[in-house]
Nanobody, 125 residues
Framework: QVQLVESGGGLVQSGGSLRLSCAAS????????MAWYRQAPGKQRELVAG???????NYADSVKGRFTISRDDAKKTLYLQMNSLRPEDTAVYYC???????????????????WGPGTQVTVSS
């Protein structure tokens, strides 16, 4: 079982910054793609930014130039630096990750795909 837990959300004024973190725990063997998604009230969950194990990144057009995704594999942690925040960035932000963990009494490699519980980001105008 792999757990992802987000932190760093909160209330910030328009134009401000926040840094989200997502810590992974469990019997991890490798983590491949990690990503941040968000879901605003009444809207579908959408991809904000993703990063591969090789460091390749992609961003939603709405956050390009303002958000930066990064990862520290030694710490098993994903980050999202959010600058120049806007009221429309208000949402619950979710961490996603996939890869391989070691499962069962014989620690067999098994693919995993996990989501964190989410952290609220609110940007006031």
């Amino acid at each position: 079982q792999v757990q992802l837990v987000e932190s760093g959300g909160g209330l910030v004024q328009s134009g401000g910054s926040l840094r989200l973190s997502c810590a992974a725990s469990g019997r991890l063997f490798s983590i491949n793609t990690m990503a941040w998604y968000r879901q605003a009230p009444g809207k579908q969950r959408e991809l904000v930014a993703g990063i591969t194990s090789g460091g390749n990144t992609n961003y939603a057009d709405s956050v390009k130039g303002r958000f930066t995704i990064s990862r520290d594999d030694a710490k098993k942690t994903l980050y999202l630096q959010m600058n120049s925040l806007r009221p429309e960035d208000t949402a619950v932000y979710y961490c996603y990750g996939n890869g391989t963990n070691l499962s069962g009494p014989f620690l067999r490699p098994r693919d995993f795909s996990s989501w964190g519980p989410g952290t609220q980001v609110t940007v006031s105008s």
